[in-house]
């Protein structure tokens, strides 16, 4: 079966750096548009970065100069290098990708979510 894991989630002090990685496994033929996109308690999900499948990347406004999105194609996985961390940085971040399985139409899939805490 296809799915995404998120891992590299914990706990940082405000101006510190943390890495999250994706990894997609399973029966897959083709993965188009990554991205991350976080959730903080009490609020909507909100989008923080994607990444196409030929490396143009786009960020939100909130996270620009301070966070990085990349992606190795032939390990299937994406990451988030988080840099300059603060408060509002807190959440549960999630990866997505438009992803083709190997026998099935393209979709969206996500993955299950890792905690970022950033504490003052």
């Known amino acids: 079966q296809v799915q995404l894991v998120e891992s590299g989630g914990g706990l940082v002090q405000v101006g510190g750096s943390l890495r999250l990685s994706c990894a997609a496994s399973?029966?897959?033929?083709?993965?188009?548009?990554m991205g991350w996109y976080r959730q903080a308690p009490g609020k909507e999900r909100e989008w923080v970065a994607r990444i196409t499948d030929v490396g143009t990347t786009d960020y939100a406004d909130s996270v620009k100069g301070r966070f990085t999105i990349s992606r190795d194609n032939a390990k299937n996985t994406v990451s988030l290098q988080m840099n300059s961390l603060k408060p509002e940085d807190t959440g549960i971040y999630y990866c997505?990708?438009?992803?083709?399985?190997?026998?099935?139409?393209?979709?969206?899939?996500w993955g299950q979510g890792t905690q970022v805490t950033v504490s003052s």
């Open positions: 399973g029966s897959i033929s083709s993965i188009g548009l």
């Open positions: 997505n990708a438009d992803l083709r399985p190997r026998w099935g139409s393209r979709s969206w899939y």
